[in-house]
């Protein structure tokens, strides 16, 4: 249980980023002496240390009740002091957030309340982009850099916006219910200790690695701030890494024998199902087609018009990603036919500029809400578009590069690994895709998200031609800096949050010194894969922001690219003629409102990209 000297030097580099009044490493020393006294069996802590280690009461109460007046028996609050948001936008006035736990033989309690005066439920579908708590656990303890199936993330928040009704979403069956609360809102947490992921039997020091964050909507289109409580996350890094996480540290009178908590019974299941699966009877096959398909080189585009594809080749571009919406076209119409006819259409510009197509279907073709996993018509609708797709594009055969199946597979609740649905269905999507046409490539995108864990336990769809697919983002901090900050329009706001998007690469990022070699290590999964099974790989979208520190974006696509060439894998940079904060035709390093920036003839981070597509040419 004890952390590795590494680690430690990774969590102590946090300290350089402190923003509060204790510094990082502070809080670190808390969380050791935790792990120390565990280990040793030594009595737990009796006092409070504010946003490192939380005294979790073991009592037999059952709570739920609804009242605040539940909890005058906890003694201790837990605040949320620190922002963690990335964007730092100045915080209104008045907004707070607050905690109180205790703990049952069988269920963790607590109290969450949020002080805030703009109270924003269900105007967004994703949890976090309203105002919701987001509960991290760590309940083995294990501390480690990447969560795993024993970590738990829930997002509890009203399914209303009236704020009558809270759910707790995560894959756990935790419950939430509404409680009270002048000037603001708030809500009692009820996690079962022995459930699918990990089963707790409590003790006297018994500790669960923790945190407690709060995210806050004003009214805007997604979240604007993000409160956290554990002293040790100043980056939003607790949906990904268990290291920032503080303590709750069980008191407890018992007197039992302490036990560490186990891994639920379908951690073991879920492991052995991601390294299952339909797969080649021998995939030494798969060599045989190298160097097929051929490398490609350009841009993924939203907009793609006559003069776009014109202005793309004389980059010298390739390839060219196209991004298209079943899911609006069946809202605002009913049906996808103007976009097949549209993406035709655009094919054929494609062909026209010596341009090779990716078709990427960016959003599930559905309907409603809720996850798109549970929706009955998910399979169907998928097979049909793609079907469609197969015979209106066979025609172009020599023009498309590839089939992208579907931009990005996520599903929260099965977090931090892909959706256990996704495979199974890519492989009937493909199979739907070869009754018309056996000689496209599948690019098939392996998650969660634009990720690339899924690589980690991954075997080879049954297929030959496949390109596997990822995106890179890493790390978010930096290439997604000051994004919200160009909706301000405020003078000094602007300058207050300009100086906080200056974030500079290479060097101290969110707690991780990141640098080229640090950026090759976090595709490993990909290259180790790649070296296995002799396949293609695509990285579908990178980039940075434009209002990044100039030179900082300049290093940092000098050595993505260089690393995308030195395996030899095939790319297209997000974006072109699209949104101008990834533009390549507008200013370096310059934050403005509404990200408004001045066109450029070319760009520091164009000349980057330039330099590599000449690679194209033959």
Known sequence: MKTSLLLLAVLLFSSLTAVAEKPVDFFIREVERVAERYEKGSPAAAKEVESAVYPLRHSPKVRMNGTLADWDDVPFTGRLLYQ????????????????????????????????????????????????????????????????????????????????????????????????????????????PLRNDCFEATVSNGLPFGFNLCYNNNDGAKSRQHKLSWSGLDRADRSWSTPTVYGVLETVSEAKREPVPAAEGRLVAEKRKLRRSGETLADPTVLARFRPLPEVVRGFMMGNFRDGDAEAAAAWGANAVRLQYSP??????????????????????????????????????????????????DLEKNFLALWR?????????????????????????????????????????????????????????????????????????????????SCHFYNPGTFTHQGIAATQLQDPALMAQAQESSGIAYPGLIGGTEWNKEKLEKSLSAVIDFQAKYQVPIYIGEFSVIAWAPKESAVRYLEDVISIFEKYNWSWTYHAFREYQGWSLEHEDGVLRPGGKLRPVKDSARGAVVRTYLKKNTP
């Open 327 to 376: 899911a609006k076209y069946l809202r605002e119409k009913g049906s996808w036919d103007g976009l097949l006819d549209r993406m035709e259409e655009q094919v054929k510009t494609a062909e026209k500029h010596g341009l090779k197509v990716i078709i990427d279907v960016h959003s599930a073709p559905v309907t409603g809400k809720g996850s798109i996993w549970r929706n009955p």
């Open 388 to 468: 469609e797709i197969a015979v209106r594009l066979k025609p172009y055969g020599k023009t498309i590069w590839g089939y992208d199946l579907y931009n990005e597979p996520v599903d929260r609740a099965q977090l931090p690994y892909a959706p256990p649905d996704w495979r199974p269905l890519a492989v009937k999507i493909i199979r739907a895709i070869r009754e018309i046409d056996r000689e496209v490539w599948i690019v098939y995108e392996v998650g969660p998200g634009g990720g690339s864990r899924g690589f980690e336990d991954l075997l080879p769809l049954p297929d030959e031609r496949v390109i596997y």
């Open 84 to 191: 963690s948001d990335n964007e730092r936008l100045p915080l209104p006035p008045g907004l707070s957030a607050w905690f109180k736990a205790a703990v049952s033989d069988d269920t963790l309690y607590l109290l969450a309340v949020a002080e805030d005066r703009q109270v924003t439920f269900a105007r967004n579908a994703t949890a976090y982009n309203n105002d919701c708590f987001e509960l991290f656990l760590d309940p083995l303890f294990r501390r480690a850099e990447q969560c795993d199936d024993t970590t738990i993330q829930l997002f509890v928040t009203a399914a209303d916006p009236e704020g009558k009704v809270f759910t707790a979403q995560g894959k756990i069956p935790a419950r939430a219910v509404a409680v009270p609360v002048p000037g603001g809102w708030g809500v009692e947490i009820a996690v």
